[in-house]
């Protein structure tokens, strides 16, 4: 063929710099992975039995393609519960493949080509490829370890242009582990009611965060009615190969995601959901519990870094440290390559984040202290000539 096969919009998209670094550690003997956002702990077992017993019971067609009305039932009273905001289950939640096939699936529902989506960064790297596979622009507006990650609405309003059409943002963030006070959603909020913008609010990680609180953006004033609220069960549950996440929107985005998913997916898996449905009524102590592990894990790797000479801002939310490595002579690339290779310790480059992440890498403390320290001991010869 002579013509191109490839669409322009998939080949804009480059591959995913944590994907990359993943597949070069699993072919390495004797890694500590700090890599990969994915919980150490199994899926507690009562959840695990429920998806069990949905086979068993012969629970294996399709559910409807919002999801099980009673899984919806139990996610509109957990929002409640958490946030004080209020959603139809008929008409106002979906559940997803993922929180990345809700995120997809709403910027096609909502996003024109040419549209542009402005994007705080660093940011999960599905965020920009999500904006250009619905046809629209994604404009970076960057964030500093100086202001401990957090956009300004001065920043996002600098950012705006008459082709902007929504604000997409992730907090507690992937990957620097930043969490926005209520005051800084409250610019965020400010900007968006008076553009007249959509925000697209990942909060995936809205249970895991340590000596603050959560704010859903959605809970704002005047917010609900302008935020497509993203959620799911990977991170609070341990429950990443379940592939199961939602979305929580206005009635007109709801529906028109839905459509969307109803000819790609159909439905999420069954039996994921209905192990959902078990973690929304009896994993809220399996949580704190983690939480606690986490936090733990929190202080020891973000304490050993700062002592190794790797300047660490305290993390606040989520399960990722974000070192800054610059002052060692290296690129984030190169500094996460001869790590690697070397001391066999795999981190992700800070910039696979998006620009204003170089000289940084994300370190994941989701694995065990035991490696947590291993892996420490490793970067810590490893930088030691460099300092």
């Known amino acids: 063929m002579t013509q191109e096969r490839i669409a322009e919009r ?28 994915e919980p150490d702990f199994v899926t507690p077992d009562q959840i695990r039995n429920a998806g069990i017993q949905s086979l068993q019971q012969g629970f294996t067609a399709y559910t409807s393609n919002s999801g099980l009305l009673e899984l919806r039932v139990a996610l509109s009273e957990h929002i409640k519960q958490l ?16 929180v990345s096939e809700a995120l997809q699936n709403a910027m096609l529902a909502t996003i024109n080509p040419g549209d542009e989506v402005i994007i705080p960064e660093p940011s999960f790297v599905a965020y920009p490829a999500s904006v250009v596979f619905a046809g629209g622009v994604p404009v970076p507006v960057s964030t500093s370890v100086e ?61 895991l965060v340590y000596g603050v609180d959560h704010t859903c953006f959605a809970s704002l004033p005047g917010m609900r009615n302008r935020t497509v609220l993203l959620g799911g069960f990977s991170k609070a549950y341990a429950m990443t190969g379940w592939r199961l996440g939602w979305l929580a929107a ?30 929304l009524r009896s994993g809220e102590k399996d949580v704190r519990q983690m939480v606690a592990e986490y936090d733990r894990r929190r202080r020891v790797i973000v304490d050993g870094l700062n002592q190794i000479g790797l300047p660490t801002f305290e993390a606040q939310g989520a399960f990722y440290v974000f070192p800054q490595v610059s002052h060692l002579g290296f690129t984030s690339e190169e500094f996460a390559e001869q790590l690697l290779h070397d001391q066999q310790v795999a ?4 910039d696979a984040f998006g ?18 320290e291993a892996a420490l001991d490793r970067i810590e010869r490893f930088v030691k000539p460099y300092l």
């Open 347 to 350: 981190v992700i480059p800070g």
């Open 10 to 37: 998939v080949a804009l998209v480059p591959p995913s710099g944590i994907r990359r670094f993943f597949d070069i550690a699993a072919q390495m003997p004797d890694v500590i992975s700090l890599g990969i956002g």
């Open 355 to 372: 620009p204003s992440g170089a000289g940084f890498v994300r370190a994941c403390y989701a694995s065990s202290l035991d490696k947590i």
């Open 83 to 98: 946030y004080g905001i209020e959603y139809d289950p008929e008409t106002e939640l979906l559940i997803t493949v993922g």
């Open 147 to 207: 202001n401990s990650f957090q956009v300004t609405g001065d920043a996002i309003e600098e950012a705006i242009t008459p082709r902007t059409r929504a604000i997409l943002i992730g907090y507690p963030n992937n990957p620097t582990g930043a969490v926005m006070p209520r005051e800084r959603l409250l610019e965020i909020a400010a900007i968006a009611e008076k553009y007249d913008l959509l925000v697209f609010s990942d909060e995936i990680y809205d249970r």
């Open 250 to 279: 206005p009635v007109d985005v709801t529906a028109a995601t839905r459509k969307i998913h109803q000819y790609a997916i159909m439905s999420a898996p069954t039996v994921a959901q209905y192990a959902g449905l078990e973690a």
